[in-house]
Structures are given as structure tokens and as C-alpha cells.
């Protein structure tokens, strides 16, 4: 099952000022290791993985997270490095979380498939070895990550240490955020008494559509509304999912109360989600989406009509090269083949971020948050001709 294979690399380092600064990166450190040979960048395919806290009723979606990170050997030209290195990934706050949700429990009726503790759909776990996508960077997909630490603490941003070792040594090393919530408010409106709020979903959902959920538990959404993320094809003369979700509650939202709105369903009035530089620079989820109504089209497509960097309006820039064509943010590369993420963070997660575990990586790398536009971080030293934010060189 791959959860969010929509995610993939998210690329085009898309250095917004050129490179910058001078004097190289910062070694050690708690964010990061820059070696005289080779640096890790580390990203999250989306600024935020969505999972349900509880399975016995129903499932939007399971525990499920993607982890990218790009190896570039250091020098005056240099270069990505796809092989002859070991690329392993853990998360020292957050080692296990079969005793954090019954997905487990879940797991056979909802998938087919009987997962040991801690090991997600994909068969991984909260650690191990990340494995080369063929796209210039390494991944590890299906992390079954929860919200809650292993303090009992809960945090949707804990961080991943990623770890690059050649011939036994150490070469470099940094923190990624491996963002997580089960903050999907249902309980805002579905509040009758006497029955849980699943129920009272399932039940609502059976009054009006003359189905039998209620009597189905488990239920997976994406048995019969089509869910993309989850490979799941639904049933086609039904909206997919995220069609039906926006079209139903759009003229619902009031009743929510939310300054944001989509903090109902979207993590959350804790979580908030929606961090980075756009963010601080006063948008908001509908000035980048639409309105709910828009979400909802049908002539939408679910996870590939999205916001894209060089929309007019938006990012433009004379001799810049932001997505390729018929290519979102997420899936583009550029700078001789740096992913965006890799400079920029993710979708969502633009840095800097008002979350200091998103702005760990660059600050450690750097010495300062934002876009990863110090030219020494890769360079030995820093290049005389100017930045290319092109793909030219792939």
C-alpha cells in the first residue's frame, strides 16, 4: 500500500535570493554534521500526514509517513550521490506506537494483512535504512509514527535523525521533521449523546445515503470514495473522497466556530499545519486552494491539481525555472537535480517556519532558518557565477 505515493521527491531547490553568505556549514551540532566530503539534507514529502487515533469504527487514514533525503558529495562541483553509501533514519522520541493506537488491532479487517508491532504497511519501522528512489534522493515510506511520544507527550513535529555512513564512518548526519496528527475535529458537530462520534458519522451517513455502515465497523472511507494517497480506486460513480468531504460540509462550516475553518478536518487548532513563510506572510489555506466549493469541483483532480510555486501572481522570476511542466513542487527537481524540499522544506512547511523543529536542519547547516541558500553548504568553496535554479545539469 503506498500511502501518499503522490508524495514522492519534492524537488527544484528553488533558492529564492541566490546563494548567500559566506563561511561554511556548521559541524556538528544537534542539527546536523557537514563532513569535508559529503552533506544529508533531509525532508518530508507534505508539511503534514494525517492518521485516525482510533480504527475500531472507521479509518480515513493509517498510520503512514514518508522520509526523503538527498546525499551530495561536497566539492567544487559538486555532485548527488545515489549509491555507495548507507542512508539510515530513526526517531529518538518517538521509537513505538503499537501501544499508542489499535491500528494494529485494526489492521486485518482494514487492510488483510496482520502487521507486527511497530511495523507499518510498507514493512517498516520507526527506524532502519532508507533505500535509493532512482530520483537523485533516498526514501523510506509507511513510518507507522503517532502524535504522541514516547513521554506520552504529544507533539506532531518530532524529529528524524538521518544518518549517512561510508566504510563504517560517519560522514553526515541531520534532523528532519516527521510531521504527524490525529487532530481531524469531528467532534465539533457530531456530538449526539449516547453514541460515539464515529457513530454518530456512520449512522448520519447510512440516513442519508441508505447505506449500512453502522453495522460494518470497521469501515474504510476509501472502499467506496476513491482516496489517491491510499491507491484506493473507490467506487467510480461515487465522488472520491475529498470531493464528497469539501462538498458536503462547505455550507457547514459555520457551525464550527474556527477562525480557520479548515482546522476542523485539517490538523488542527493545536497542530495548526499551515506554518511556514506564507503563513507568516498573511495567507491562508483558500488563498492558495480555493474555497471548499472550489475543493470540491468535479472537474478537480484530488492530489494533482494543487497550488503550484510559478502560478501567475505567484513566484515569478525572469531566468528562474520553478515546477517543470504538467509538474507540481512536490515531484520537481531542479539545480542540477536538488529537490526542493531539500532547500525550501516542504509543502506547507516552507521555511522558516514559527515551529523551531522544522527550522532545525538549515540553522544547523547554515547558522541561520529559512532556504538553504548558504552556496558552502555544498560547495567547498563559494562558486563565482551565479545561482542556476534550473534543472540544467540533471
Same mark, same amino acid.
Given at each position: 500500500m503506498r500511502y501518499l505515493r503522490l508524495a514522492g521527491a519534492v524537488a527544484a531547490c528553488l533558492f529564492a535570493?541566490?546563494?548567500?553568505?559566506?563561511?561554511?556549514?556548521?559541524?556538528?551540532?544537534?542539527?546536523?554534521?557537514?563532513?569535508?566530503?559529503?552533506?544529508?539534507?533531509? $525532508?518530508?514529502?507534505?508539511?503534514?500526514?494525517?492518521?485516525?487515533?482510533?480504527?475500531?469504527?472507521?479509518?480515513?487514514?493509517?498510520? $503512514?509517513?514518508?522520509?526523503?533525503?538527498?546525499?551530495?558529495?561536497?566539492?567544487?562541483?559538486?555532485?548527488i550521490v545515489t549509491g555507495g553509501v548507507t542512508v539510515d533514519y530513526s526517531i529518538p522520541s518517538n521509537t513505538h506506537s503499537a501501544d499508542k493506537t489499535n491500528f494494529w488491532t485494526y489492521a486485518p479487517q482494514l487492510f488483510g494483512v496482520s502487521l507486527a508491532d511497530n511495523i507499518g504497511l510498507t514493512g517498516h519501522g520507526l527506524s532502519g535504512n532508507m533505500t535509493p528512489t532512482g530520483t537523485n534522493d533516498w526514501s523510506v515510506t509507511g513510518i507507522p509514527i503517532t502524535p504522541t511520544l514516547d513521554s506520552g507527550a504529544e507533539d506532531p513535529y518530532p524529529l528524524a535523525t538521518i544518518t549517512v555512513t561510508s566504510g563504517g564512518q560517519v560522514v553526515a548526519s541531520t534532523q528532519a521533521v516527521v510531521p504527524v496528527s490525529w487532530e481531524i475535529s469531528c467532534d465539533i458537530c457530531h456530538t449526539t449523546p449516547g453514541i460515539s462520534v464515529a457513530t454518530d458519522i456512520l449512522r448520519k451517513h447510512d440516513e442519508e445515503h441508505g447505506t449500512h455502515l453502522e453495522t460494518s465497523k470497521p469501515v474504510k472511507c476509501g472502499q467506496c470514495h476513491a482516496q489517491e494517497p491510499l491507491g484506493l480506486a473507490g467506487n467510480p460513480s461515487l465522488p472520491s473522497l475529498s470531493r464528497a468531504m469539501h462538498d458536503s460540509h462547505s455550507s457547514r462550516m459555520s457551525r464550527a466556530g474556527l477562525s480557520v475553518p479548515c482546522y476542523a478536518c485539517h490538523p488542527g487548532v493545536r497542530t495548526k499545519c499551515l506554518r511556514d513563510v506564507h503563513f507568516s506572510h498573511g495567507l491562508t489555506c483558500t488563498s492558495c486552494h480555493g474555497t471548499m466549493t472550489a475543493v470540491a469541483s468535479s472537474g478537480r483532480r484530488p492530489w494533482v491539481d494543487e497550488p503550484r510555486c510559478g502560478n501567475a501572481g505567484c513566484h515569478t522570476r525572469s531566468g528562474f525555472e520553478f515546477e517543470q511542466p504538467g509538474t507540481l513542487f512536490r515531484n520537481s527537481k531542479g539545480h542540477h537535480g536538488v529537490h526542493c524540499p531539500a532547500c525550501h522544506g516542504s509543502p506547507h512547511a516552507i521555511t522558516p517556519t514559527v515551529v523551531s523543529a522544522d527550522n532545525t536542519q538549515a540553522i544547523a547547516l547554515q547558522g541561520h532558518s529559512g532556504v538553504i541558500n548558504k552556496c558552502e553548504v555544498c560547495h567547498i568553496n563559494r562558486p563565482d557565477d551565479g545561482f542556476d535554479h534550473r534543472l540544467s545539469g540533471d
Amino acid at each position: 500500500m503506498r500511502y501518499l505515493r503522490l508524495a514522492g521527491a519534492v524537488a527544484a531547490c528553488l533558492f529564492a535570493a541566490g546563494c548567500g553568505g559566506g563561511g561554511g556549514g556548521n559541524n556538528g551540532g544537534s542539527g546536523g554534521v557537514v563532513s569535508t566530503s559529503m552533506v544529508v539534507l533531509g $525532508y518530508n514529502d507534505l508539511g503534514m500526514h494525517c492518521i485516525n487515533q482510533d480504527f475500531s469504527e472507521f479509518m480515513i487514514l493509517p498510520p $503512514y509517513n514518508n522520509l526523503h533525503a538527498q546525499v551530495i558529495q561536497r566539492g567544487r562541483e559538486p555532485r548527488i550521490v545515489t549509491g555507495g553509501v548507507t542512508v539510515d533514519y530513526s526517531i529518538p522520541s518517538n521509537t513505538h506506537s503499537a501501544d499508542k493506537t489499535n491500528f494494529w488491532t485494526y489492521a486485518p479487517q482494514l487492510f488483510g494483512v496482520s502487521l507486527a508491532d511497530n511495523i507499518g504497511l510498507t514493512g517498516h519501522g520507526l527506524s532502519g535504512n532508507m533505500t535509493p528512489t532512482g530520483t537523485n534522493d533516498w526514501s523510506v515510506t509507511g513510518i507507522p509514527i503517532t502524535p504522541t511520544l514516547d513521554s506520552g507527550a504529544e507533539d506532531p513535529y518530532p524529529l528524524a535523525t538521518i544518518t549517512v555512513t561510508s566504510g563504517g564512518q560517519v560522514v553526515a548526519s541531520t534532523q528532519a521533521v516527521v510531521p504527524v496528527s490525529w487532530e481531524i475535529s469531528c467532534d465539533i458537530c457530531h456530538t449526539t449523546p449516547g453514541i460515539s462520534v464515529a457513530t454518530d458519522i456512520l449512522r448520519k451517513h447510512d440516513e442519508e445515503h441508505g447505506t449500512h455502515l453502522e453495522t460494518s465497523k470497521p469501515v474504510k472511507c476509501g472502499q467506496c470514495h476513491a482516496q489517491e494517497p491510499l491507491g484506493l480506486a473507490g467506487n467510480p460513480s461515487l465522488p472520491s473522497l475529498s470531493r464528497a468531504m469539501h462538498d458536503s460540509h462547505s455550507s457547514r462550516m459555520s457551525r464550527a466556530g474556527l477562525s480557520v475553518p479548515c482546522y476542523a478536518c485539517h490538523p488542527g487548532v493545536r497542530t495548526k499545519c499551515l506554518r511556514d513563510v506564507h503563513f507568516s506572510h498573511g495567507l491562508t489555506c483558500t488563498s492558495c486552494h480555493g474555497t471548499m466549493t472550489a475543493v470540491a469541483s468535479s472537474g478537480r483532480r484530488p492530489w494533482v491539481d494543487e497550488p503550484r510555486c510559478g502560478n501567475a501572481g505567484c513566484h515569478t522570476r525572469s531566468g528562474f525555472e520553478f515546477e517543470q511542466p504538467g509538474t507540481l513542487f512536490r515531484n520537481s527537481k531542479g539545480h542540477h537535480g536538488v529537490h526542493c524540499p531539500a532547500c525550501h522544506g516542504s509543502p506547507h512547511a516552507i521555511t522558516p517556519t514559527v515551529v523551531s523543529a522544522d527550522n532545525t536542519q538549515a540553522i544547523a547547516l547554515q547558522g541561520h532558518s529559512g532556504v538553504i541558500n548558504k552556496c558552502e553548504v555544498c560547495h567547498i568553496n563559494r562558486p563565482d557565477d551565479g545561482f542556476d535554479h534550473r534543472l540544467s545539469g540533471d
